[in-house]
């Protein structure tokens, strides 16, 4: 039955027809460029939280639940069905605070829209190309629904931002490699919004189960299951952005709806992504980098250190303030940073160091400081740092974007050793260095489940 055009918005209309032309539109150089960076480090989060609690919780219900075998599940031999392996490779990209960022919608694009591609190039035995076309759309309409519904205000009224943008950008990702046209699409948007959840009180999992499933693992299932549907005839609502108690009725009332087309096909929001430099939580990548840049510009040494006060946006004080996970606490990544002279996956998650005598004398010394006037809108992971040394002299540095923000993005070398400090330890350094030549050289892939036997655990 065909839908009555009266009841489909200029916006809605738009809107779908780029997500149906999305699989063969070609991207700008420089888009494809930025995305391989943002696969090679959704594949490097998936694989290394293959061997975290939140990954083995995932890998462990998926092996229970079986599945047709048509899509694998990173950093193991285990092959499952779509909506499955987009769960459990979704929690384990966000089973630590290693994957990427979208830091104005505060997302985590690639934890939730890479394994829904994944998932469904594997089934379908879709090329790297049509694949990083998906991605790409994936983030933008991730992203874009974010920015309509404001995301400040929205993770004030307890929703979870990452968590509602995410399982849209899985699932157009999806949908768009399952071949759906502009009507589809639209139904497809309705299936999504009525999967859109999260709360806000998955801050308080201090062991990163339920926040993996739900920033990573839900969206990519309920994403990849909303396409699936569709795709097999499943017809619903032309046009749940517009009309009577739509989706910004009931989510969002004051939402700017036009964001969700504004500037589509000329502005890419992927190109707004962030991707950390180190393996600790985003708010503290800023902090890190600057102590290091002091230290090397200084010769500063733990011992030197009398006073180090830290300031950084106010809006992300809560997030590092004191925690007591290794990774996303300021005060103890900052002692670790002088003893060591940098960090590494392996140190940011040596919980027992949060307990050694060193690291809590060094602690002392360490003032963190929320400043609204460092806050902004693009969320760039400012920071200004003071450090008075043992001499009396105070030395001071800043930044205004640190390295992974989308101003002062890595190159490919960087994020090459991340990558190898993240999965040399699951795969072995040479099976770790094959799959991220291939990786960096995604669009070149014919099939990507040639894919699975670099990336499966030995």
């Known amino acids: 039955m065909g839908a009555d055009v009266k009841t489909i918005s200029p916006m809605m209309r738009k809107l779908s027809a780029y997500i149906a032309g999305a699989r063969k539109r070609k991207l700008p150089r420089a888009v494809v460029d930025r995305a391989k960076l943002h696969i090679v480090d959704t594949f490097a989060a998936m694989i290394s939280g293959s061997r975290l609690l939140p990954g083995k919780k995932a890998i462990a219900y998926v092996k229970s639940q079986g599945g047709t075998p048509v899509a694998g599940v990173v950093g193991t031999r285990m092959l499952t069905s779509a909506v499955h392996a987009a769960l459990a490779n979704g929690m384990c990209g966000h089973a630590d605070e290693t994957d990427d960022t979208h830091p104005p919608t505060l997302t985590h694009p690639g934890t939730s829209v890479v394994p829904a591609a994944l998932a469904i190039g594997e089934q379908n035995r879709l090329s790297g190309a049509a694949l990083l076309r998906a991605i790409v759309l994936g983030y933008d309409?991730?992203?874009?629904?974010?920015?309509?519904?404001?995301?400040?205000?929205?993770?004030?009224?307890?929703?979870?931002?990452?968590a509602f943008g995410q399982v849209f950008g899985a699932a157009v990702s999806a949908g768009s490699l399952l071949g759906l046209d502009a009507r589809e699409a639209r139904y497809l948007l309705s299936y999504t919004a009525q999967h859109a959840a999260?709360?806000?009180?998955?801050?308080?999992?201090?062991?990163?189960?339920?926040?993996?499933?739900?920033?990573?693992?839900?969206?990519?299932?309920?994403?990849?299951?909303a396409a699936l549907m569709v795709s097999q005839g499943w017809t619903g609502v032309d046009d749940v952005f517009s009309g009577e108690r739509d989706f910004f009725f009931t989510f969002a009332p004051d939402a700017d709806r036009s964001e969700l087309v504004r500037g589509l096909g000329r502005h890419y929001e992927i190109m707004r992504g962030g991707i950390k430099r180190w393996p600790v939580g985003g708010p503290i990548q800023g902090p890190l980098q600057v102590l290091r840049e002091l230290m090397q510009q200084h010769g500063i040494t733990a011992e030197q250190v009398r006073k180090l006060v830290v300031r950084i946006p106010d809006k992300e004080y809560d997030v590092v303030n004191n925690t007591p996970m290794s990774d996303v606490c300021i005060q103890h990544l900052l002692p670790v940073m002088l003893l060591d002279g940098g960090v590494t996956f392996a140190s940011a998650h040596d919980a027992a160091r949060m307990r050694d005598p060193q690291v809590l004398r060094l602690r002392k010394k360490v003032v963190l400081v929320g400043d609204p006037q460092l806050t902004d809108a693009e969320r760039t992971w400012r920071c200004v740092m003071d450090i008075t040394l043992a001499d009396g002299r105070t030395v001071r540095h800043e930044t205004k974007a640190a390295k992974g923000s989308y101003k002062n993005p890595l190159t490919p070398a960087e994020e090459d050793e991340k990558a190898l400090d993240l999965i040399g330890p699951v795969l072995g350094r040479r099976r770790s260095q094959t799959l991220l030549a291939r990786l960096w050289c995604f669009e070149q892939i014919k099939d990507v489940r040639e894919l699975r036997t670099l990336y499966a655990a030995s």
Do not use: W
Not at 142 to 151: E, F, I, K, Q, T
Not at 199 to 225: S, V
């Open 198 to 225: 999260g709360l806000y009180t998955m801050f308080r999992d201090h062991e990163h189960i339920e926040k993996g499933y739900a920033m990573g693992g839900m969206p990519a299932h309920n994403g990849t299951a």
């Open 141 to 162: 309409i991730c992203a874009r629904l974010l920015l309509a519904v404001h995301p400040m205000p929205f993770l004030r009224s307890g929703h979870h931002a990452g």
